[in-house]
């Protein structure tokens, strides 16, 4: 993606250097435990903790220091980076919202480093990058990028903008009241079934991110294989790879974000269209 030299975001907020909780050791592994964990915090804040992956949280960790964090360069580039995407999906929906009657509200990017408070809990960089609806902020560590490359293998600067657009995405469905649907939903319904609209919830913010990279496309800010670094970004967060590479097998049943190729689809699907309009996952019958 052609970003240097443009428009960074102001609505980032750098907590770098700053841990999150109380201090004590920060949270490693996975697996049921984690999962409980997330589940109980993410009913009582009602949020979206635990985005990308579902994976853990932790119960706080991180040290109080309040010394400037000292970054790398290339941790400068890449926060240089998300800022510029940040105002670039600031500068689409602001354009798409208006265009349909709307006021768009920004959202504002927290970057972290290994744990952070946020109105939904305090996470711990293993859960991935995520979005809270209580603050209405997106929250990154930027070693997700690293993980990127080598854990899910999804290089490229345009695999880290299409998470960003996800977020964003999920900021979106917030303003639209997707969220507050879904969260409706969560007293209701068995777990099973709740994940079905979880998944429909995820592969919307999909679409949606897919939106937001037509209009950079139609902005002739795309490079060559940016568009194949998101479509394997978003394969590879899918919840079957992630299972099967976990675990080694699948649970259909607890996908909460959708298959590699849903989440891919719908992707591509939103950056056909570059609108709104034909992103009802909840309403497809062809999911
Ligand atoms: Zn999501």
């Known amino acids: 993606m052609k970003w240097q030299g443009r428009r960074g975001s102001s609505n980032v907020e750098d907590r770098r250097g700053r841990g999150g909780g109380m201090g004590g050791g920060r949270l490693v592994g996975g697996g049921i435990t984690g999962i409980v964990v997330i589940v109980i915090v993410t009913l ?35 926060s240089e980076f998300v800022s510029v995407v940040l105002a ?11 265009e349909q009657g709307m006021t768009y509200q920004d959202p504002t990017l927290v970057l972290y480093s290994g744990s952070v408070n946020s109105a939904c809990g305090t996470a711990s960089s293993a859960v991935g990058p995520f979005y809270c609806p209580g603050d209405a902020k997106l929250y990154i560590d930027l070693s997700f990028y690293d993980e990127l490359q080598q854990q899910f293998q999804a ?27 879904l969260n409706s939903l969560r007293q209701r ?21 897919g939106v937001w990279a037509h209009h950079v496309q139609g902005q002739n800010l795309l490079e060559e294989g940016d568009l ?16 099967k590479r976990a675990r080694g097998y699948v649970v259909p049943d607890s996908f909460t974000h959708g298959t590699s190729e849903q989440r891919k689809r719908w992707f591509y699907k939103g950056y056909e269209s570059g609108t709104i309009a034909g992103g009802d996952t909840f309403k497809a019958s062809d999911l």
């Open 155 to 181: 290089p490229g600067d345009f695999a880290m903008a299409y998470v960003i657009a996800h977020e964003v995405g999920h900021h979106v469905q917030t303003l639209l009241g997707a969220s507050e649907q």
């Open 44 to 78: 009582l804040s009602g949020g979206n903790i635990g985005d990308i992956m579902g994976n853990l949280l932790s119960t706080g960790s991180g040290t109080n220091t309040n010394a400037p964090y000292e970054q790398t360069a290339q941790e400068k580039e890449l």
């Open 88 to 98: 670039d999906t600031e500068d689409v929906w602001s354009e798409i919202f208006r």
């Open 228 to 243: 194949d670094e998101a479509l394997t970004a978003a394969s590879a967060v899918g919840d079957d790879t992630i299972q």
């Open 189 to 209: 319904l068995s777990e099973t079934e709740f994940n079905k609209y979880q998944v429909r919830f995820e592969l919307q913010a999909d679409y949606y991110a």
